[in-house]
């Protein structure tokens, strides 16, 4: 009986924790719209103990940003930005590409530049292959190209399928598990009985849509904060 209790107790952690922490991790990681950088290298500087490359932004961003130098030193990467001699303050987006060219993480900056020219130097992460920038605010003039972040559909039908197969798994097994663990009539009736049967389905049902409402609310949840960042 132990044993079964024991198994019981596996079964329930184990599928919370795939539910609720890699199913959703898997499946329900959000993607940035952004799928390629715009921006153009027009110079490389090797230096003794690592490199330096100037780019140009996209041109939509080139009156307020000139130029920007991503310098590699050893294993730290950092950028510095220069902007319109007349601008005070500017809050941009960094997009982050990794060596697959996917968007690892975006990096919001908020600089007091003060008409020196050049912004403050931000490290970056130590998978940043190349970058893009977005600017949201020079000065008092706001921009709307916010980076929006979205889940494809097909990776929300795929979590949905595969949360149902494991909460259907869950629910059978626990039904097992109890049947063991009570014994006598009720093993009998867990196991075999038609009405059993019906109720863990309709269990199962209620879990599963009571996973997907959390999914979903969990999603809307961070698209909401997502797009508000800025």
């Known amino acids: 009986m132990v044993g079964w209790v024991l198994l019981l107790a596996v079964v329930v952690c184990f599928s919370g924790y795939l539910v609720a922490g890699v199913l959703p991790r898997a499946f329900l990681a959000l993607r940035y719209t952004v799928k390629q950088s715009y921006d153009r290298c027009i110079k490389r500087v090797y230096e003794v103990n690592g ?116 909460v259907i798994m869950e629910t059978v097994w626990i039904k097992i598990c109890l049947s063991h663990i009570l014994g006598g009539v009720f093993k009998e009736s867990f196991v075999l009985d038609g009405e059993g049967l019906l109720m863990s389905l309709a269990v199962a049902g209620v879990l599963i849509l009571l996973n997907s409402i959390v999914a979903i609310i969990a999603l809307a949840i961070r698209k909401r904060s997502f797009t508000n960042k800025g």
């Open 51 to 166: 490199q330096s490359l100037v780019f140009e932004p996209e041109i939509k961003w080139r009156k307020i940003v000139k130029q920007y130098v991503i310098s590699e030193r050893k294993d730290k990467k950092q950028l510095m930005i220069k902007v319109d001699k007349d601008l005070s303050y500017i809050v941009y987006d960094v997009v982050i590409f990794n060596c697959r060219d996917e968007v690892s993480t975006v990096l919001k900056v908020n600089d007091y530049v003060g008409g020196s020219g050049y912004g403050k130097v931000v490290d970056l992460p130590e998978e940043t292959s190349y970058i893009t920038i977005h600017v949201l605010r020079a000065d008092n003039k706001r921009f709307e190209d916010h980076l929006t972040a979205k889940i494809p559909a097909g990776k929300v039908f795929k979590f949905l399928l595969v949360n149902a197969l494991v």
